[in-house]
């Protein structure tokens, strides 16, 4: 199983702060770290860096973590910016980026900064558009004509020095494992039950198979938290404060995580249900924080990822 982390820098963060995360990342040997692409805050409090433009950066001061954007909304930016700006930071870390494209969805912020935000309709078309366009303009001479969008037949330079992954990301059932199957080199979902897992890959594989595309090739991931503690009092404790902080008991917040096959319990426990995720097909899983940077504990985290690791 490889392991990553996830932050969201929307919740409140410096740039150098960013840095000494995935410094620490990459020093634990992780194979990732992500982070989501937001302009705000829903309650707009908190100092938020730019995506792709942090990436960037980050490029440039690690060797050989992976760097992902989870995901970068379409809305934000035409996909020929999206393409350029992708293969930019791709060569800033030599062939180290992967590329997560969505649809947008917070209306806050596009509220706030004045970003026209279509309706959900016109957003999947468009998404569908982008992910075909990335592909031609990374891949292809061929161009891309769409309803939405245009690229010229051209061999778009400079090319990705790397794979350059695309992940597509979302909780739909149909849409949005269809467009993975047919044009992700990742398809990243939150935590869910093993059921809604095989009926998404179903549809995912059989996309993929349509478009003539190996449905193994695709790597499955999962983000979500992780409820590790060294023992098994610590764990209860950990219980406790996290099902007071979402307003339920303690059997019902332990429902959920069995429900959602997040990993969880003491070391040899935590082990064990991140190797069941493997077993029902998940390739990577990354730990998410959901929390300002400043607030992100390192130490607690070391010991997450080593129980993880097993």
Known sequence: ?????????QVGGSYERLLELVRWAESQGLDAFARSDHYLDQDRSAPVTDALTSLGGLARETERIQLVVLVTPLTFRHPGVIAKTATTIDEMSGGRFALGVGTGWMEQEHEAFGIPLPDLRERFSRLYETL???????????????RHYRLAPMEVLPRPTGPLPIIVGGSGMNKTPTFAGRFADEYNMFVTDADTLDRRLEVMRRAAVEAGRDPDAIKISFAGPAIVAE?????????????AARGVSVPEYVSLLEERNIPRGTPERAAASIGALAEIGVDRYYVQEYKSLDDIDTGALAGVFAALRG
Do not use: K
């Open 132 to 146: 075909a366009y990335l592909r031609a303009a990374f891949w292809s001479t061929e161009g891309f004509t769409g």
């Open 231 to 243: 023992t098994e009092a610590g764990y209860e404790a950990l219980l406790a404060r996290r099902a």
């Open 1 to 9: 199983m490889e392991l990553g982390l996830m932050v969201e820098p």
